[in-house]
């Protein structure tokens, strides 16, 4: 009746449109839970005020990231408003091959991708109750013009139709709730028989 | 973006060896969330004192409980120790229509007919840390003999070989923690997105 001593990671990923508040939801939980490691994508866009290299992101030239891209070193890339992303392949599997937890927060299509690759990676959808409250977030916080919220409200509506794809949903209202809400899926994820049965891999 | 305001009914499924501490999670887990429906099964064996009509067990006669069956009044029956037990159709039936959580605790071979019919049910799985452990638990318990006590261990040994068709598993060392995660699996998939969509049955 003794479970093996290890588990296998749960593999976090947590998509939705801009302005959902997935940054706050995953640091807070990041707060809560420090065991969990962060997977800090690599971008060629410049880094914004605050940004710190190896903290918000990996900053390097679009020469760079090509050279990486070419070398197989991301596991899955996404162009976004002229700028390059990519999620580094090996930072993921030696997370995953040492039994820590692990999240991350590609775009809708990255997380389709990375649940191909990985089909036991947890994917979790972070929206807003309804499109005017996105709308009135991103005027709220947005430095940016009009468009730019129009092209983020088109890229939210579109992303809106893969939600069948997630796993868990999570309406945030108040921030709270949802950091508890993605707290709570962590820790029943952690419960699943598959991932408390001996591993196959040693860590 | 809005989800549908109605979700399906999370139908939980608490299985585990007799001494794992099944009817006191349940019961905590029931006194944290009052909106969860218990199904109370139908049963030919006498009641224990302290046990009541309607809240412990139906208890019927075997004839009464022949008749039930034979007019396709339960999910599932099981005979142990001499005695039928059955989980009564219709109360299950008519929750899960109305989108109220529901709790129950069949033994491991009920659980997992219950998952044919219900692919949607969430089986848990309640154990303790060793053989050991168990059996320490039912001499403690156990107005019965030693006969009665190797009877359930070999059950137990039996039922474990099942653990891994069931989702979840809860080694219950200390109860305010099994309780807890039994209601954090609750709470996740509450969150799960096939739940929250349109239900195609309206209530």
Redesign the interface.
């Known amino acids: ?3 093996a001593p290890h588990r296998q990671s749960v593999l976090l990923i947590v998509s939705g ?1 801009s302005g959902s508040g997935k940054d706050s939801v995953i640091a807070a939980l990041r707060n809560l839970e420090p065991h969990i490691a962060y997977c800090v994508s690599t971008t060629t866009r410049a880094p914004r005020p605050g940004e710190q290299e190896g903290i918000h992101y990996h900053f390097v030239t679009r020469e760079r990231f090509e050279q990486e891209n070419k070398a197989g070193k991301f596991l899955e890339t996404r162009e976004y408003a002229g700028n390059l992303y990519g999620t580094p392949r090996e930072f993921v599997e030696s997370t995953l091959r040492s039994g820590r937890d692990l999240v991350m927060k590609p775009e809708v299509n990255g997380a389709l991708k990375i649940k191909q690759m990985y089909p036991q990676a947890v994917l979790v ?1 972070l ?5 005017d409250v ?1 709308q009135r977030r991103l005027e709220e916080r947005s430095a940016n013009g009009a468009d730019d919220i129009a092209a983020r409200m088109e890229t ?2 579109a992303e ?1 139709k893969s ?2 794809a ?6 945030n209202e108040e921030l709270h709730v949802a950091v508890a ?1 993605l707290r ?2 962590l ?3 952690q ?4 991932r ?2 001996e591993m196959s891999q040693s860590p």
């Open positions: 009746m003794r479970p449109p959808f929206t807003v109750r309804s499109e996105l939210a509506r809106s939600i069948g997630y796993d868990y949903l999570i309406i809400q709570t899926i820790k029943a994820e419960l699943k028989v598959w408390l049965r």
